[in-house]
């Protein structure tokens, strides 16, 4: 009885050990098949990462070339914009400074149809007059040059309003 029970235990523990061993066997091989899986996912997964990375990098690149491109517009649109303003406000200057010195005085057309406003005054003979044939007043300097002043910042709101009104239209062309 001990030889047939060792020739069956024999016989078991070699079915056991081949067992484990397909067993181990088919383990490592599922371990190495799984993690080369995974190894082509991350591959995949990094690739779309990559280009996920390299769209965002150019569209980063084309939106700073259109700011600099706005900021470049900015500047020179500045750069116009003061520069008829300090044109408008040096021809401003000079028209007060010939107004100081009466080199040129301001007048007003005057009504002579209303006679209880004001008395006729004699038609001027100057040959440069714009208006030619009717009654002229000329104003006192300090009222000339309040007028100056008033249609210099008349001029100057003009300016500014064009400046915003181009700005407004080139920023809606853009987009």
Request: overall charge neutral; aromatic content about 6%; proline content about 1%.
């Amino acid at each position: 009885m001990n030889i047939v029970a060792m020739k069956w235990g024999g016989g078991l523990l070699l079915i056991l050990t081949l067992m484990a061993a397909s067993a181990w066997a088919a383990w490592t091989w599922q371990a190495n098949a799984y993690g080369q899986r995974l190894a082509l996912q991350e591959t995949a997964h990094q690739s779309v990462l990559t280009d996920l990375a390299n769209a965002n990098s150019a569209l980063i690149i084309e939106e700073q070339g259109k700011r600099r491109a706005l900021e470049q517009w900015l500047a020179a649109s500045d750069q116009v914009h003061y520069r008829v303003l300090s044109d408008e406000k040096t021809k401003q200057a000079r028209l007060r400074d010939r107004l100081a010195t009466a080199d040129v005085r301001l007048s007003a057309i005057l009504d002579v149809t209303d006679s209880a406003r004001c008395s006729a005054m004699p038609t001027p003979t100057a040959t440069g007059s714009m208006v030619y044939g009717t009654q002229r007043a000329q104003l006192d300097r300090a009222h000339a040059e309040r007028i100056i002043g008033i249609t210099s910042y008349g001029d100057q709101g003009l300016i500014a309003l064009q400046a915003c009104q181009s700005y407004a239209k080139e920023v809606s062309d853009t987009r």
